[in-house]
């Protein structure tokens, strides 16, 4: 009798105990600099292996990167097979151009669908949108949790670098796209370069309340942020600037446990011209 009181005992708290459950993701940003011979001793094949050793360190479940080149894209799969990347080349749709790719870990994630829109007015056709210098795209993926069954929509992008009006209306299409995209429960991911530091109207559009409103992980993270705010070097290992501009922003269903601007050198240089941003994210009322 002893014995069937303590089993109905067991059984009796396992729904609680599944209910504490929580899962746990790192996601990161990246923008890895083109390949562009006139970078000299910072060109990108002086600072591969730098790089893709430093996200294979890492090693977060989700990795967004901007100004990916076809050969660079070529080089990120083959140095980091632990990953599949999705998202297509802005310039044609295809393979000509800078890509914006998405990857995942393969071990963790099912992809169900994916794809790759324009920030202009005409999403579905390659080309540039209002006062953009060069087409911008944001990738994205629908992931499937293989152990959590978990339903996560990750979005990639790369916002203009001189279009003021461009900046502002892609970030109002990205929320507009994710807001209609997400489905019941499913928890949304947007990061990227967004060169929007926090005091912008585009950043805005992104955190303001309403509607498809995203939070950004850096301003809930529980733990104090790590490393310093600014996100863009120029190389320059001693420059530090006030305001990132590479931002993880995610739904209201997330818990932000920490935050931090990556810093590591290597011999001395930086991998690229803008840190990585990294973010420990949680899901269920166990977090």
């Known amino acids: 009798m002893r014995f069937l009181l303590a089993l109905l005992a067991a059984l009796l708290a396992l729904p609680a105990a599944a209910g504490e459950r929580s899962d746990r993701y790192s996601a990161m940003t990246y923008n890895i600099r083109l390949d562009i011979a006139s970078d000299g001793d910072n060109a990108w094949p002086h600072r591969r292996n730098a790089l893709t050793s430093l996200i294979a360190y890492y090693a977060p479940d989700l990795v967004g990167m901007q100004e990916v080149l076809p050969n660079q894209k070529q080089a990120v799969e083959a140095d980091l097979p632990a990953y599949r990347f999705v998202g297509v080349a802005r310039d044609n749709g295809k393979d000509k151009g800078e890509f914006s790719p998405l990857g995942f870990r393969r071990d963790r994630f099912n992809l169900i669908a994916s794809g790759t829109f324009w920030l202009s ?21 629908r992931l499937r949790d293989k152990a959590a069954k978990r339903n996560l929509l990750v979005v990639n992008t790369h916002m203009d670098h001189v279009g003021t009006i461009a900046r502002l209306e892609g970030a109002r299409q990205i929320r507009r796209w994710t807001a209609a995209q997400r489905t019941t429960n499913e928890t949304v991911v947007l990061m990227g370069d967004f060169n929007s530091p926090t005091d912008s109207p585009p950043y805005a559009a992104i955190v303001e309340p309403g509607a498809g409103a995203l939070r950004d992980t850096l301003a809930i993270s529980r733990a ?34 920490r935050h931090a601007t990556l810093t590591q050198q290597s011999g001395g240089r930086l991998p690229s011209d803008h840190y990585p941003v990294l973010a420990d994210l949680c899901l269920g009322k166990g977090c």
């Open 224 to 257: 104090p942020h790590f490393g310093p705010r600014g996100t863009f070097t120029g190389f320059k290992i001693e420059q530090v600037e006030p305001a990132p501009i590479d931002h993880i922003f995610v739904s209201n269903d997330v818990v932000v446990l």
């Open 121 to 141: 007015p005409t999403p579905d056709v390659p080309g540039k949108g209002w006062d953009a210098t060069y087409p911008r795209i944001a990738s994205w993926a």
